[in-house]
């Protein structure tokens, strides 16, 4: 038995290997490495086969299962264009393909990653790719598959704010983390850099005294440098904090700090 991985939501791409997955999600990894082992040692489990089949017999289906876009046509409810028989089918098979689900679970004990899988893979020989897969899952936003979509979700996504998400399914271990960082660093890093950098708002506490002297007790430049001196120890037989680095430290600290409630102020 082959299974399909859809791609896009809704399914605009079919991939029978990893090649092709990684062709079609653009790297945004739409099935994870493990899943994707999962289904082919899937394909060679001869039982498995066996129960499909004879649920697609039990459903009055074709024994490879409906094609996806056909499936898609018929389970397209907004859609006034289905004939009478197509609509008894629809119908037929929503009341029908749960028992057929619960009956393989129940026989097979089916992994839980199967199972999710397993009503599209009894009606269409397929899996759909969701939102995640994995104990350990990533998404940029606005969606990186942003290629794939059409003009209106293309317009949509500009709206979402840019990030690189990490999210948990279940508790994991400090170890299992860092390999899944180390698996995925490759893709991690290229999305990552993608993003805003990373905005300095740093301030040491030297120049924030020196501000503080300025603004707040009125010293002059001059006296600030001897005050510094005192304060910090400093030790500066080549007289670098004079008062012309004062005045530049309190020029960078003052645009960091205005920077900090959005727009800067050039201090006059």
């Known amino acids: 038995m082959k299974i399909l991985f859809l791609i896009g939501y809704p399914p605009k791409f079919e991939a029978k290997n ?35 089949v004879k649920s697609r017999k ?7 299962g409906y094609s996806w876009q056909e499936y898609g046509k018929m389970s397209d409810h907004k859609r006034d264009d289905l004939t009478d028989d197509e609509m008894d089918r629809m119908l037929f098979l929503l009341k029908n393909y749960p028992n057929e689900v619960k009956r393989i679970s129940r026989k097979l004990k089916l992994n839980k990653r199967i199972l999710d899988e397993l009503k599209d893979i009894i009606l269409t020989s397929s899996v759909t790719s969701p939102d995640y897969l994995s104990d350990i899952h990533y998404w940029i936003e606005p969606d990186d598959r942003y290629e794939l979509m059409d003009e209106d979700e293309k317009e949509e996504a500009k709206e979402i704010t ?28 290229k999305r990552t850099k993608l993003l805003p ?5 740093y ?10 002297l300025r603004d707040k007790d009125k010293l002059t430049f001059n006296e600030i440098v001897s005050q510094v001196a005192k304060e910090f120890d400093i030790d500066d037989p ?12 309190y020029r960078r600290a003052k645009l960091k700090i205005s920077s900090l409630v959005g727009n800067p102020q050039r201090d006059k």
């Open 203 to 212: 301030i040491s506490k030297r120049d924030l005294r020196i501000v503080q």
């Open 58 to 64: 039990r459903l009055g289906i074709p024994e490879a």
């Open 18 to 52: 990893w090649k092709e997955i990684l062709k079609y999600s653009k790297n945004s990894l739409a099935f994870d490495e493990e899943f994707y082992q999962i289904i082919k040692a899937l394909e060679l489990n001869e039982e498995f086969e066996k129960e499909v």
């Open 238 to 249: 080549f007289g670098k904090t004079n008062e012309d680095s004062v005045k530049t430290a």
């Open 162 to 189: 840019k990030s690189f998400n990490i999210a948990f399914l279940r508790q994991v271990s400090k170890n299992e983390l860092i390999k899944f960082i180390e698996r995925n660093w490759d893709y991690i890093e």
């Open 197 to 201: 950098r990373k905005t300095n708002h």
